[in-house]
């Protein structure tokens, strides 16, 4: 049985697998904001335990135990977030911190009836995708807001940047998951974008704009 910071840094190693095959240390320290020697140290001890391979100078990797471990760790983390906005109206932006903390029940049954309980939701409040118990994730397709042309429409299913600050200014711009929006027009010089909503006309800056997922309508 893995200990909460064990089980953080597999998570970490996942996320930032996503983006690239062999995970640096630094990476990971960066992440994790801690010393690279302590990552090092952490490291072995996983694989150890047979949960990464590690190469020095080459990077980390999960092993197949590994994966699915930190897979199911994303899986309650993400239940979690669902349950805490939907059941307890906490905010998008006040979920990540508290969701940290649940993800580490090691309760397999209980996990089971909160994802019954939500109803087997698909996504979490910030549209990242809930594995199964199975480890599987649904198939999802969107782009960034930032790829539409002038003209095209679509809806919000999903945003790449987390942190609290953003997240609340999406609320208060009402860029929120499931608005439909309508690109009115790109401004040349700084890549701009003014949206309609359904109620208003808004500008944001291209900045904003790269880390808000669409599923797209096309032109409209």
Known sequence: MQSYTEENYLKTIYHLAEKTTNVQ??????????KPASVTDMIKKLADKGLVDYIKYQGVTLTE???????DIVRKHRLWEVFLVNKLNFKWDEVHDVAEELEHIKSIELIERLDEFLGFPKADPHGDP???????FAKTQFIKLIELKMGD????TGVSQHSSAFLKHLEKLGLTLGKQIHISDITDFDGSVEIRLSD????????????ILISSDGKN
């Open 25 to 34: 240390t630094n990476a990971i320290a960066e992440q994790m904001q801690t």
């Open 65 to 71: 135990t590994g994966k699915n471990t930190a897979i």
């Open 130 to 136: 809930i594995p199964d118990k199975n480890g599987r």
């Open 153 to 156: 429409s679509g809806t919000i």
């Open 200 to 211: 208003k006309q808004i500008n944001i800056s291209r900045e904003v704009a790269k880390h």
